[in-house]
Nanobody, 124 residues
């Protein structure tokens, strides 16, 4: 099982980025994928979650209306489209595989496999 996150970079406030999480060793349709982020000195926090088979999609309040998660079964890849970026979105972003119950999608211990992270820096 491997998860490869990519797409991070430096962007000005108000700009957009699309992160990708390429999965291998398993079918995305069988699991949910969470996006998390961790800023320096802060705890890792849940950003979004998607489980294609159930149609479930969840977002943190801080990103609702700005971020959208989607999946492509043919490419076995999950995306995080980030629009209207703010300096407070600066963090390392991780994707992770899990099967959390809906109320616990932000709980990091619900995810057993994690990608290596990709850095997003939003300048003001």
């Amino acid at each position: 099982v491997q998860l490869q996150a990519s797409g991070g970079g430096l962007v000005q406030a108000g700009g957009s980025l699309r992160l990708s999480c390429a999965a291998s060793g398993f079918r995305l349709d069988d699991y949910g994928i969470g996006w998390f982020r961790q800023a320096p000195g802060r705890e890792r926090e849940g950003v979004s979650y998607i489980r294609r088979m159930s149609g479930a999609k969840y977002y943190a309040d801080s990103v609702k209306g700005r971020f959208t998660t989607s999946s492509d079964s043919a490419k076995n890849t999950v995306y995080l489209q980030m629009n209207s970026l703010k300096p407070e979105d600066t963090a390392v972003y991780f994707c992770a595989r899990g099967r959390p119950v809906a109320s616990a999608w932000v709980t990091t211990t619900m995810y057993l496999y994690w990608g290596q992270g990709t850095l997003v820096t939003v300048s003001s």
